[in-house]
T-cell receptor, first 112, second 114 residues
Framework: QKEVEQDPGPLSVPEGAIVSLNCTYS??????FMWYRQYSRKGPELLMY????GNKEDGRFTAQVDKSSKYISLFIRDSQPSDSATYLC????????????FGDGTTLTVKP | NAGVTQTPKFQVLKTGQSMTLQCAQD?????MYWYRQDPGMGLRLIYY???????DKGEVPNGYNVSRLNKREFSLRLESAAPSQTSVYFC?????????????FGPGTRLTVL
C-alpha cells in the first residue's frame, strides 16, 4: 500500500465551479503537507504548504489538513481555465523534511 | 536568475548506452534532488544531496549514479540504460534538506530508451 493515495481523476468542471482535490496518507509521522501544480510538459511548482492540522488560504486556494483522519484537501474557488493542470499532493516528516512523498496527481480541466 | 536548469530537454537512447543528465541551480541552495515521473504517477525520488559533498539514495536508486560536482551542479548518470528507465526526469533544489522549503523544479528531461 502506498503511503500517499490521491484521488485519481481526471476531473472536468465548468468555469466558476468549486473544485475539491483530496489525498489520504498512512504515515502518522507526516507533519508538512504540500500542494504542487504541474502544467503539461513543465516541472511542478509549489502552490501551498501547511504544517500539522488546520486550514490555510491563499486567494482562491484553500488547503485543509485533518491529521486525525489522515486526510488533506485543496479547494479551488471560482475555478478558471488557467487552473487546468495536474495537482500533486506531497508530504514529509520533521526529520529530513525536504524529502517529500508525492501522490500520483489529479488532472483537472476547467472548461470555459 | 534562471532557477533550475536541466540539459538535455529530450534524449533517445538504445538499451545499454550510457548518458549523463545535467542540472544546475543559481539560487545558492544547499540541497538538490533527482526525481523520475512516469505516466499517471507522482514523483519518485532517485537520489538527493543534502549539501555539497554528500549524496544519498532515495526511493528508486537502482541503475543510477549521481555526482554533486559543486554547490550549483548535480548530475545523474545512467551507466547502462534499460527500457524501464524511460521516464521524465526532474531535478529540484531547496535551501536545506531539514526544512520543508519550497522545492524549485527544473523543466525536466524526457528520456526514451529503446
Amino acid at each position: 500500500q502506498k503511503e500517499v493515495e490521491q484521488d485519481p481523476g481526471p476531473l472536468s468542471v465548468p468555469e466558476g465551479a468549486i473544485v475539491s482535490l483530496n489525498c489520504t496518507y498512512s504515515n502518522s509521522a507526516f507533519q508538512y503537507f504540500m500542494w504542487y501544480r504541474q502544467y503539461s510538459r513543465k516541472g511542478p511548482e509549489l502552490l501551498m504548504y501547511t504544517y500539522s492540522s488546520g486550514n490555510k488560504e491563499d486567494g482562491r486556494f484553500t488547503a485543509q489538513v485533518d491529521k486525525s483522519s489522515k486526510y488533506i484537501s485543496l479547494f479551488i474557488r471560482d475555478s478558471q481555465p488557467s487552473d487546468s493542470a495536474t495537482y500533486l499532493c506531497a508530504m514529509s516528516g520533521n526529520t529530513n523534511a525536504g524529502k517529500s512523498t508525492f501522490g500520483d496527481g489529479t488532472t483537472l480541466t476547467v472548461k470555459p | 536568475n534562471a532557477g533550475v536548469t536541466q540539459t538535455p530537454k529530450f534524449q533517445v537512447l538504445k538499451t545499454g548506452q550510457s548518458m549523463t543528465l545535467q542540472c544546475a541551480q543559481d539560487m545558492n541552495h544547499n540541497s538538490m534532488y533527482w526525481y523520475r515521473q512516469d505516466p499517471g504517477m507522482g514523483l519518485r525520488l532517485i537520489y538527493y544531496s543534502a549539501s555539497e559533498g554528500t549524496t544519498d539514495k532515495g526511493e528508486v536508486p537502482n541503475g543510477y549514479n549521481v555526482s554533486r560536482l559543486n554547490k550549483r551542479e548535480f548530475s545523474l548518470r545512467l551507466e547502462s540504460a534499460a527500457p524501464s528507465q524511460t521516464s521524465v526526469y526532474f531535478c529540484a533544489s531547496s535551501e536545506r534538506l531539514n526544512l520543508p522549503d519550497t522545492q524549485y523544479f527544473g523543466p525536466g528531461t524526457r528520456l526514451t530508451v529503446l
